[in-house]
C-alpha cells in the first residue's frame, strides 16, 4: 500500500465551481500533513498546513480525519489560476523532516 | 521575497560522468534538502542536512551521492557517475528550523543523463 493516495483525476471544473480532494495515508503515527500545489514542470509550493481542528485560508479550507486517515482540500469560487496538481504531503512519525509526497491530482479550471 | 535559487536550470551530461547541481537556500533557514521528481512520477525525497551534516537519507541516496555545504550560501548535491536512470528533475528546498514541514522549493535542476 503506498504512504500517501491521491486520485491522479484530472478534474476539471468550470470557473466558480467548488472542488473537493481527497488524500489518504497508510501511517497512523503520522505526526504532520501539508498540501503543496505544483505547476506544470514547475517546483512544489506550500499551499497550506493542515491541522487537526481544520484550517481555512481564503477560498480554501482543509480537514484532516485521523481515525479514518485522510485529509481533504476543498476549493470554493474556483478561478482559472487554480489549475495545477495538488500534492498530499505528510510527514511520518519518524521520519524526521522527510515529506513524503503523494502522486498529486490535477485540477483543470475551465471557462 | 526570499526565494531558494538553483544552478543550472537544465544539465544535459553522459552516463559515467560526475555532475555537481548547485543551490542558494534561503538565508536564514537551517535545514536543506534534496528531493527528485523522475518525469510524470513523484517527489521523492534523497537527503536533508542540518549543522553541516546529513540528518536523513532515503535509499535513493546511495554512495554515488554526496551533499555539501562548501561556503556559508551555497548548498550542492554531487552524483559521482551519472546513469541514465538518473535522468530527473532535481529540487533543493530549505526551511526553518521550527516550521521544518514548510519547505521552500528552488525552481528545479533538469538532469538528463544520455
Known amino acids: 500500500r503506498k504512504e500517501v493516495e491521491q486520485d491522479p483525476g484530472p478534474f476539471n471544473v468550470p470557473e466558480g465551481a467548488t472542488v473537493a480532494f481527497n488524500c489518504t495515508y497508510s501511517?497512523?503515527?503520522?505526526?504532520?500533513f501539508f498540501w503543496y500545489r505544483q505547476d506544470c514542470r514547475k517546483e512544489p509550493k506550500l499551499l497550506m498546513s493542515?491541522?487537526?481542528s481544520g484550517n481555512e485560508d481564503g477560498r480554501f479550507t482543509a480537514q484532516l480525519n485521523r481515525a479514518s486517515q485522510y485529509i481533504s482540500l476543498l476549493i470554493r469560487d474556483s478561478k482559472l489560476s487554480d489549475s495545477a496538481t495538488y500534492l498530499c504531503v505528510v510527514i511520518l512519525t519518524g521520519g524526521g523532516n522527510k515529506l513524503t509526497f503523494g502522486t498529486g491530482t490535477q485540477l483543470k479550471v475551465e471557462l | 521575497e526570499p526565494e531558494v535559487t538553483q544552478t543550472p536550470s537544465h544539465q544535459v551530461t553522459q552516463m559515467g560522468q560526475e555532475v555537481i547541481l548547485r543551490c542558494v537556500p534561503i538565508?536564514?533557514?537551517?535545514?536543506f534538502y534534496w528531493y527528485r521528481q523522475i518525469l510524470g512520477q513523484k517527489v521523492e525525497f534523497l537527503v536533508s542536512?542540518?549543522?553541516?551534516?546529513?540528518?536523513?537519507k532515503s535509499e535513493i541516496f546511495d554512495d554515488q551521492f554526496s551533499v555539501e555545504r562548501p561556503d556559508g550560501s551555497n548548498f550542492t548535491l554531487k552524483i559521482r557517475s551519472t546513469k541514465l536512470e538518473d535522468s530527473a528533475m532535481y529540487f533543493c528546498?530549505?526551511?526553518?528550523?521550527?516550521?521544518?514541514?514548510?519547505?521552500?522549493f528552488g525552481p528545479g535542476t533538469r538532469l538528463t543523463v544520455t
Open positions: 542536512f542540518y549543522n553541516n551534516e546529513i540528518s536523513e
Open positions: 538565508s536564514n533557514h537551517l535545514y
Open positions: 528546498a530549505s526551511s526553518e528550523l521550527a516550521r521544518v514541514g514548510e519547505q521552500y
Open positions: 493542515v491541522y487537526s
Open positions: 501511517n497512523s503515527a503520522s505526526q504532520s
